[in-house]
């Protein structure tokens, strides 16, 4: 899969290199070979850059952000610089999310070209690996059949059942729906959390907009709405953990794609720092897992914190 390489990171050794960088200064330069020349900024550093003649970039804009593919590396006045030549291609950046779209594209791209190579390249096989070729499959043909009447066995003396085999392949189709799900970017974004209430909800500024988010999976005790009514213990500890955890603090939102908010209200993973806050709910048995968290992106992460609850009978466990 292509990689992003930082510019304090990169290696002459190792080429050629993907670099995401904003292009901080620009100037011609008086060497026909060479289109333009400037230089480089990202997170960890500054670079120089060479811009030759005959790169298929064009049109480079100053203050703006890029991903630089196939770049070389060398070196001029004994100076490491970024070599834009034939073989590079450049993406604008606007925003994080296109940098998860690009690099997406980018990996299906060096996938399709490696494909074509395998399938182009001419491959001479001789006796001894048509034999070993034919030695596996005889070998497959045996597992199959050992497989097969292992299982007639089980189902003849009942030791697997007709509901073991469709538990398994719904669990099975469970796990494929995550993989899937964690391959799809999330939409991210940040916020300063206004006011956090029972429910496990809480209002968030973004910008010019204000959120009411709710935790994505998660089943959270909420108190009664009218005076007098009995008060559960764990809903009330959920709305001071709430409030205690997030209230005030800058939060991370990532919504799964398909689930953005709609007019102010959604669902969204809520991290604070490096710490995803769904996970420590469940961890704390202030909250179930909504349909054991299928289909969803965390949903494996979601499952053990809400087994590990359930194990030590934390909060809504303890009633069991």
Request: glycine residues 8%; neutral net charge; hydrophobic residues 40%.
């Amino acid at each position: 899969m292509t990689q992003i390489v930082q510019i304090r990171e990169l290696n002459p050794d190792r080429v050629p290199v993907t670099v995401k960088a904003t292009v901080i200064s620009l100037w011609g330069s008086p060497r026909p070979e060479v289109a333009r020349e400037g230089r480089l900024e990202d997170e960890t550093g500054i670079i120089p850059f060479t811009l030759w003649a005959d790169s298929p970039v064009r049109n480079l804009e100053k203050n703006r952000k890029y991903i630089f593919h196939r770049a070389g590396l060398g070196k001029f006045d004994g100076e490491m610089r970024v070599e834009i030549d034939a073989q590079t291609t450049a993406y604008p950046i606007e925003e994080e999310a296109d940098v998860h779209r690009t690099m997406l594209k980018l990996t299906q791209l060096e996938e399709a070209e490696r494909k074509r190579y395998v399938k182009g390249a001419k491959i001479t096989v001789d006796d001894k690996q048509s034999r070993s070729r034919k030695n596996i499959f005889s070998i497959l043909i045996a597992a199959g059949v050992l497989i097969w009447g292992a299982v007639m066995v089980l189902q003849y003396t009942e030791l697997l059942t007709e509901e073991m085999v469709r538990d398994f392949f719904r669990r099975r189709r469970t796990v494929v729906r995550e993989r899937v799900a964690r391959r799809v970017p999330t939409e991210t974004r940040e916020g300063t959390v206004e006011e956090a209430f029972d429910g496990g909800l809480f209002t968030v500024r973004v910008e010019d907009e204000v959120l009411t988010i709710g935790y994505l999976g998660l089943e959270v005790p909420e108190l009664p709405v009218r005076r007098g009514d009995p008060i559960d213990p764990i809903a009330l500890q959920a709305r001071n953990f709430n409030r205690f955890r997030i209230g005030g603090k800058t939060v991370r939102l990532e919504f799964e794609e398909g689930r953005l908010p709609v007019d102010g209200d959604g669902e969204a993973y809520v991290f604070e720092g490096e710490e995803m806050i769904n996970l420590e709910f469940l961890r704390r048995g202030l909250a179930r897992l909504r349909d054991e968290g299928r289909g969803l992106a965390y949903g494996r992460e979601l499952r053990e914190a809400e087994e590990e609850a359930r194990s030590a009978r934390r909060g809504v466990w303890s009633r069991q």
